[in-house]
């Protein structure tokens, strides 16, 4: 750096570093905000700090939270201390808060490890500078329309912006994170078919059908759902790369998630049995296997992790099981997958659900315009495999709710309007469900809780 960069990069690592602190003791949440000061002053701040010795990074459009909180879990077991944005921000103020917080005023890194969630679209302003050694790209699907409507833009990035020396950890079921691979080192990881899963041919989202290569069309012999399948293009040969990690369940609901890598097989206990939490385990070990870890003690110590309860959640009160599914805004596929997820859960019996996704609904996001063109490529069909008794829609997007789910067969004597969605937990007829089902988006986890705790509340008071 020249005397003028040097000067503005302390300039700016100083302020931030100020403003980070200052905030702390006011209790408020500095995980953007100091990032920001730092960037406005060296937009070139990522480029000039200091980095720990070992980045590991995780981004894909679905569940890098949920795998960046199962990484963190187990190393946080190896008491080494690590930089990480697990409560934070995950894209380029974000980032940058979280690595200078753990700088010294004088550019050096107090950590030598760093494991960082990078939002996929973000990830060309962050990983030129903070190059991991250790990447995860879980899956790649079609997001937010306003963000990424195609997934094409985003395997573009990605291959454009991914240093050559990091070690890339894919999963192999999915074509499109398979064209980031390239001629970088990595390791892959794949999902068997399981006896009793119920393959989804019928989703409206398919954007694998053409071959990425040459555009002829491709041929499945298997898909779990929307793209993730055993694919091969009888044209030009394009098929998933071999398997590093494979795992595999005997049944959807068995907690024994059999990992077969390097000719052993290791078996992990999970709480929460799942297809997308088996993916996110074989995400997690196949990281492991390609650090050259001890994985006799991460099988055992990813045992011992246990599923973000703000992801999913569930208890028992008195003779009500309340289901708390995060339903990322504005992204079909992951609705679509809980929609699907749901019909794998018959023991829940009926079924209420609380829509409680509308983003521009709650006081923090008074000017947010949605894109409601994501519910009819939703997987709303799905709901009438289920013993759906009750339909609670709230807040202004209550009527085009309503449309879609008619148009998708759902009985209307089901669907119950009000007028906010916080008037949904007291609309619910208590008499007719067995397990009512909070379904919230990324922006309004907390208000979701605070409603859960007037459901309890009702629950107590109400039923015998």
């Not at 240093?163 to 001629?183: G, S, Y």
């Not at 495999?385 to 609670?392: F, G, I, R």
Request: with cysteine; glycine share 4%; charged share 20%.
């Amino acid at each position: 750096m020249n005397i003028m960069n040097t000067l503005r990069f302390y300039l700016a690592l100083w302020i931030s570093k100020s403003v980070y602190t200052l905030m702390r003791l006011l209790k408020r949440n500095a995980t953007h905000y100091p990032g920001d000061v730092a960037l406005k002053i060296d937009p070139a701040f990522l480029k000039h700090i200091k980095s720990p010795k070992k980045i590991i990074m995780i981004t894909g459009t679905n569940g890098k939270t949920s795998v960046t909180n199962m990484v963190l879990d187990v190393l946080i077991q190896d008491k080494q201390p690590i930089i990480h944005n697990a409560l934070g921000s995950n894209i380029l103020q974000g980032i940058a808060t979280s690595v200078l917080a753990k700088t010294s005023i004088f550019n050096t890194s107090r950590y030598d490890l760093a494991v960082l969630e990078v939002d996929e679209r973000s990830s060309r302003l962050i990983i030129p500078y903070l190059k991991p050694d250790f990447l995860i790209i879980n899956n790649l699907f079609r997001d937010s329309y306003r963000r990424n409507a195609h997934v094409e833009f985003i395997i573009q990035i990605l291959q454009d912006f991914i240093p050559k020396t990091t070690h890339l950890i894919v999963n192999a079921d999915d074509m499109f994170a398979t064209q980031v691979i390239q001629d970088r080192l990595f390791t892959t990881f794949s999902l068997q078919p399981i006896s009793d899963e119920v393959t989804r041919t019928d989703s409206k989202i398919h954007d694998g059908k053409l071959c990425p290569h040459c555009f002829n069309p491709m041929s499945f012999t298997y898909v779990r759902y929307h793209h993730l399948s055993h694919f091969l293009c009888p044209t030009c040969g394009f098929t998933n790369p071999t398997s590093h990690v494979v795992a595999s369940l005997t049944s959807i609901q068995s907690q024994q998630l059999h990992i077969h890598t390097q000719n052993q097989t290791f078996v992990i206990h999970r709480e929460n049995p799942s297809i997308n939490d088996a993916y996110n385990t074989a995400a997690v070990f196949g990281l492991f296997v390609a650090m050259k870890d001890d994985l006799n003690k991460r099988v055992e110590q990813l045992g011992q992790i246990k599923t973000v309860s703000s992801r999913f959640s569930e208890m028992l009160v008195k003779n009500k099981r309340i289901v708390g599914l995060l339903a990322k805004d504005q992204n079909p596929v992951a609705n679509s997958r809980l929609c699907d997820f749901l019909t794998t859960q018959p023991q829940w019996g009926r079924l209420g659900l609380c829509f409680m996704s509308e983003v521009h609904a709650h006081e923090d996001h008074p000017k947010e315009v949605e894109n409601m063109a994501y519910i009819y490529d939703t997987d709303y069909e799905y709901l009438n495999e289920c013993d759906v008794t009750q339909v609670m829609l709230g807040g202004h997007r209550r009527f085009e709710y309503k449309a879609r789910l008619l148009l998708a067969g759902l009985n209307r004597s089901a669907l119950v309007l009000t007028e906010t969605e916080d008037d949904e937990i007291q609309a619910i007829d208590l008499n007719k469900v067995d397990t009512i089902v909070l379904m919230y988006s990324t922006k309004n986890i907390f208000e979701a809780m605070d409603l859960r705790e007037q459901l309890i509340a009702r629950i107590e008071k109400e039923c015998v």
